[in-house]
């Protein structure tokens, strides 16, 4: 139960969500966006969040979008984490996104609300980031196309009253060779001890990585280190290793040198799975 009262909206166009959260802060209140709503019902019952009033963005039609146009691929912040996943419209990602949670909280979690998400893990964001993807955001200046990486910074950083319409993937991304792997540490369902996201482009593997730091990253310089063919394959791990973008998570999910171990042999796995798309 939620220790809070708060108002609901549900606006059915961008226009009408804008201007109803401008009306909502212009009278002191605080007000956030939700897509799906599981993490504000959990963060809430917790005294972790609270908030005077939500607006609801699954009546807005751009947000539910899930299509391939012209040469992009479109995905509406409010789709399901699971119709992601059944469409296969971007592989990659529908698989990254089957492996959060289980299928029943699948069917309520939307792309947005992992993208936001509180936690850490956000597996959402890997593909996202491997494949230069774009975002359309709405607010007071109007609808904008940004770069994800520049709105992504370890987590979403949108300006105040914004919010995520959809997100635009180059279509060639979905016929690249990939691979996705979630390792936990004791069942399938669960947070993960790593989470890693490759594909082979341009005969160069791209990686991007959850669980592993206390963010979702891609870094340049693990993946120039992963793609020195004149390295044996545990040098080039042994190298990526030394560039990671901060600390291992040491937490109650598994010890800083478990992670490690784990990362060697996702990596192990990563790079033999995609041999004979890279150099």
């Keep these: 139960m939620i220790p809070f009262d708060f108002e609901y909206y549900k606006p059915d166009s961008i226009t009408e969500a804008i201007q109803t959260f401008q009306d909502i802060e212009s009278q002191g209140k605080k007000v956030i966006y939700y897509s799906g709503g599981t993490e504000f019902i959990t963060f809430s019952r917790i005294n972790k969040l609270s908030a005077d009033a939500v607006i609801d963005l699954k009546g807005i039609p751009e947000c539910q979008v899930l299509e391939s146009l012209g040469d992009l691929l479109v995905i509406g912040s409010a789709v399901s984490l699971n119709k992601i996943a059944k469409s296969n419209l971007f592989p990659l990602l529908g698989q990254a996104v089957k492996q959060v949670a289980d299928h029943t909280s699948r069917n309520k979690i939307t792309i947005g609300g992992n993208l936001h998400s509180r936690l850490i893990y956000r597996e959402g964001v890997l593909p996202l980031l491997l494949a230069d993807a774009q975002v359309k955001i709405a607010g007071k200046e109007g609808e904008q196309v940004l770069a994800f990486e520049d709105v992504f910074q370890q987590e979403m950083k ?38 890693l996201a490759a594909i082979a482009k341009d005969s160069q593997i791209r990686a991007a990585f959850s669980g592993v730091c206390a963010y979702p990253f891609r870094s340049a310089q693990m993946e120039a280190a992963l793609n020195d063919s004149s390295l044996s394959i545990e040098k080039r791990i042994e190298q990526a290793l030394s560039r990671l973008p901060a600390p291992i998570v040491n937490d109650i999910q598994a010890s800083r040198e478990y992670r490690e171990f784990v990362l060697i042999n996702a990596l192990e796995d990563a790079l033999d799975a995609l041999k004979g798309a890279i150099s």
Excluded: D, M, N
């Excluded at 949108?158 to 991304?173: D, H, N, R, T």
């Excluded at 936990?184 to 989470?195: A, E, F, R």
């Design 158 to 195: 949108l300006g105040p009253g914004q919010f995520l319409i959809q997100i635009l993937v180059e279509k060639s991304y979905a016929s690249y060779q990939y691979i996705s792997i979630k390792k936990t540490k004791t069942s399938k369902v669960g947070y993960p001890v790593v989470s």
